[in-house]
Each structure stands twice: as C-alpha cells, then as structure tokens.
C-alpha cells in the first residue's frame, strides 16, 4: 500500500470563545494575503473516527431519512471512510496573523480535530452555479448562508 505523510499544522478550537483554528507557529507565515477572504475550505481530520474498523467501512445504513436504505460511504458525509479526512466550508470573522487564529462564524469540527490544509474559497474554482444532487435530498438549502436556519433534524435518521 502506497503511503503518504500529512503533517498537522493547527488546531480546531471551539469553546466559550467561538469556533477558531489555531495554527502551530512554524506556520504562521502561511497565512499571508488571507485577510479578505470571506470564506475557507478547510481540509481537517476526522480523528475520533480513525481505527481500523472505521477505516475498513464501505457501507452503512443511510443516515438519511428519506435516502437509500444502505449507501455507500463515499455517497454519504460520514467520518467512517477509508482516510477519515473532512473537508468544511467555513465563514471567516477574523484573521489574526501574528498569533495564528483564524476565528470562525462556526466549524462542523469537534474540539481538537487536527487541520490538514487551508484554502481560500473562490467563487471562480469552489461554486457551482447548477449541481444536481439526488431526489431525496433536493429540498435541502442551496448554500451554506440557508443551512444556519435549516431543521436539518428531519433530515437525518439520528437527530443530526
């Protein structure tokens, strides 16, 4: 098996602070020209999913309710993948490029999650103007602005 080496260069941090990455100091210098971005992709692992069992899952009951009974990992947003790595979209509030945080509007990440990579989201290579996506989950929001007001509770067969 071909193998990779991925180095963690920061932190997710969410706490009574807010939803933050915090960066280890040999990368502060990475941050340059961030500032003005509104929005950034933000490659982080799924750590408490990462065993061999996890790893090993190709199937799994749909998380979905009104999706296929049984899905295939890759058609669903589980952690449990072969390489649990998450990619989320997120809103920038502030970036502090002397101490390395980048405060966020909100992270999808558990506290401590390690980030892989940081992107600057742009419209010309991020957004698709007209993605289709399966019938059973056509009348969920179609941005991530509408997603914050969404009952996504119905969405989901465990309380999402």
């Known amino acids: 098996m071909e193998k990779f080496e991925v180095v963690t260069i920061g932190k997710i941090r969410t706490d009574s602070e807010g939803a933050r990455i915090e960066l280890k100091k040999k990368y502060l210098s990475a941050l340059k020209g961030l500032e003005g971005f509104s929005h950034l992709q933000i490659l982080w692992w799924f750590s408490e999913s990462d065993s061999p069992r996890e790893r090993g899952r190709l199937e799994e009951a749909s998380p979905y309710r009104e999706g296929p009974e049984v899905m295939g990992i890759f058609a669903t947003r589980s952690p449990n993948r072969p390489n649990p790595v998450a990619l989320s979209c997120v809103e920038v ?8 945080v980048i405060h966020l509007a909100y992270m999808d990440a558990l506290e401590g999650s390690p980030v892989l990579d940081i992107k600057p989201y742009t419209p010309s290579l991020d957004r698709v103007e007209t993605p289709s996506v399966p019938d059973w989950c056509s009348d969920w929001p179609k941005s991530l602005e509408e997603s914050g007001d969404f009952d996504w509770e119905k969405v989901f067969t465990c309380g999402g």
Not at 93 to 100: A, E, Q, S
Request: charged share 40%; aromatic share 0%.
């Open 93 to 100: 509030l502030h970036v502090d490029c002397r101490k390395g």
